[in-house]
């Protein structure tokens, strides 16, 4: 596969795995897991043929390590960013770095200031360990802001942080408190 064409399949598997298993008549478990011969199958029948090897290519070489292959290569699933009800994936609970980062736009900033970090139509809220990356997240929706998050107070007040597959940091919600700009 060239670039262009990993790219598309990537975006086509978040696109399922994320979001809308039903598009390709997939069924995810409640972790998030898709059988990958039902996957290639359902895939090809709506017009978006790839073969197994395609697959783990992308799954590979992807920039963010999006999708995980099970040990055994049967399942795939996507590590984070799920907004589909089929799922409930129990991602691993862990004591996060103390400062973590979320990038948003500038126009969302009166908002968050009033309501804190919200998920919208995912299932957490997404938190980088580094800014960079955070602010990278920021520019696809505007003027990109860092913030910043103080995870040893929220969790001294009893928040749950979780790490996903791919290293991404989730968590319910973040209060107003909990963050300041940078
Ligand atoms: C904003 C990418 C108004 C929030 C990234 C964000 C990430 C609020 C947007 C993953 C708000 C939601 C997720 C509030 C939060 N009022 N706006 N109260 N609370 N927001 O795409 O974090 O490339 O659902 O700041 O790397 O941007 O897809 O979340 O701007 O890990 O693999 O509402 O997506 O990964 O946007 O990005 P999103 P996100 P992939």
Redesign the pocket.
Known sequence: LNQKQRDTLSKFL?YVLRHAPESIELSLDRDGWADVDALIHGAGRQGHAFDLHALREVVETND?R?FTLSDDGRRIRAA??HSSSQVEVRHVAKAPPALLY????SR?LA??E?????????HH??L?EDPQ?AL???K??GQPVLLTVDTQAMCAAGAVFYQADNG?WLVDQVPPVYLSRQ
């Open positions: 978040s963010k999006r984070q960013g979320h990038g948003t736009a969302f908002s968050i009033a309501q804190g970090l919200i998920p919208g139509s995912r809220v997404h980088s990356t990278a997240v920021g696809r929706y991404v």
